[in-house]
T-cell receptor
Framework: SAVISQKPSRDICQRGTSLTIQCQVDSQVTMMFWYRQQPGQSLTLIATANQGSEATYESGFVIDKFPISRPNLTFSTLTVSNMSPEDSSIYLC??????????FGSGTRLTVV | KQEVTQIPAALSVPEGENLVLNCSFTDSAIYNLQWFRQDPGKGLTSLLLIQSSQREQTSGRLNASLDKSSGRSTLYIAASQPGDSATYLCAVRRGAGYSTLTFGKGTMLLVSP
């Protein structure tokens, strides 16, 4: 199975600042997915990141707020920009793991104060 | 639009009990269904993946069944242990050409010693 290293595991940030979350996969993958899990809620897909092209954002998410980079087939970053307390969530990256379904990173628990 | 519901939202049992978690989905045209475990503030760990053509999958004390026509899946946990305490999420994938998952809100399980 693929192994994803996600950093940071948690952070407490001031409103108005930005945080960049990194995910490193131990194998090459075509697509990487970024999810948000707000307190008490299930996971919501933010965007799909393909190497060499712009990310595809889901309804309600915009590139200015959640810019994504995908410089190669094993790495991606998600930035949460100009943060407000409403951005306090767990952010997760995910990849499709061959015939084994989807594998997720360990999550980034973000608190905005 | 696919909707996934998990019942119960929370469950508390004494150690040693066998238990069943339920997942239902509104659109039976799924490609596969995946069960995950999530510890508080952490990422997701894949437990079982059931393809649409399969009826069940087993891993250790876990058994997941799928009744695609009725839009239901169950996760059976045998001889529960305190270490099983976590939130259990089910997610469905629409089709081979669709790479995103639709999640339920999860069942929070507490197994007391």
């Amino acid at each position: 199975s693929a192994v994803i290293s996600q950093k940071p595991s948690r952070d407490i940030c001031q409103r108005g600042t930005s945080l960049t979350i990194q995910c490193q996969v131990d194998s090459q993958v075509t697509m990487m997915f970024w999810y948000r899990q707000q307190p008490g809620q299930s996971l919501t897909l933010i965007a799909t990141a393909n190497q060499g092209s712009e990310a595809t954002y889901e309804s309600g998410f915009v590139i200015d707020k959640f810019p994504i980079s995908r410089p190669n087939l094993t790495f991606s970053t998600l930035t949460v920009s100009n943060m407000s307390p409403e951005d306090s969530s767990i952010y997760l990256c995910s990849v499709e793991d061959g015939g084994e379904g989807y594998t997720f990173g360990s999550g980034t628990r973000l608190t905005v104060v | 639009k696919q909707e996934v519901t998990q019942i119960p939202a929370a469950l508390s049992v004494p150690e040693g009990e066998n238990l069943v978690l339920n997942c239902s989905f509104t659109d039976s045209a799924i490609y596969n269904l995946q069960w995950f475990r999530q510890d508080p503030g952490k990422g997701l760990t894949s437990l079982l993946l059931i393809q649409s053509s399969q009826r069940e999958q087993t891993s250790g004390r876990l058994n997941a069944s799928l009744d695609k026509s009725s839009g239901r899946s169950t996760l059976y946990i045998a001889a529960s242990q305190p270490g099983d305490s976590a939130t259990y999420l089910c997610a469905v994938r629409r089709g081979a050409g669709y790479s995103t998952l639709t999640f339920g809100k999860g069942t929070m399980l507490l197994v007391s010693p």
